[in-house]
């Protein structure tokens, strides 16, 4: 996957598992001259978005190991890598990221979203979790996703049956 690869080259070029945003902005927009400096802000988005990368302590955090991901020469990542992707296709990569095939991941994620009369992001992320594959980041975005069409976002603590009255 390009994005991942983007991601990995700023931390293998460095040797490094942690780097400030700057860094890595300077990394792939100066030195390897991939993005501009804004695109490349855009793709620190979508990485924490799909959580290749994490925040911590100010400083981004590779959630895979850049060790792994070959950067092949002359590599130069495709602007599409800058698009979000929606929540199903984020929870269908990693599916298949984990080893499921495609087909039968999206065959399997529609039965769930007939059978249960879901969302399609909800049942996506229900196969994700049934796989074993850590969507927690997705499954946060599904719950705020469903509650706000429910008019319940968070659940509102001045509900007449939670008022505590007498």
Wanted: aromatic content about 4%; charged content about 30%; cysteine-free.
């Amino acid at each position: 996957m390009s994005l991942e690869v983007a991601v990995a080259a700023p931390f293998k070029a460095r040797a490094q598992d942690r780097l400030g945003q700057g860094e890595f902005v300077v990394a792939l927009s100066l030195e390897r001259e991939w993005f501009s400096p804004d695109q490349a802000k855009r793709l620190v988005d979508v990485a924490l978005g799909r959580g290749l990368l994490a925040s911590e302590d100010g400083d981004l955090v590779p959630q895979f190991d850049p060790a792994e991901v070959t950067v092949p020469e002359g590599f130069t990542p495709d602007e599409s890598v800058l698009r979000e992707q929606s929540t199903f296709e984020s929870a269908l990569d990693a599916v298949v990221a984990a080893g499921v095939e495609k087909q039968r991941a999206v065959a399997a994620i529609n039965e769930r979203q007939r059978a249960l009369a879901v969302t399609i992001e909800a049942a996506a992320v229900l196969y994700a979790r049934e796989q074993g594959v850590a969507v927690d980041r997705l499954a946060v975005d599904v719950r705020e996703e469903l509650a706000a069409e429910a008019g319940d976002a968070e659940g509102d603590p001045t509900d007449a049956d939670d008022s505590g009255a007498a």
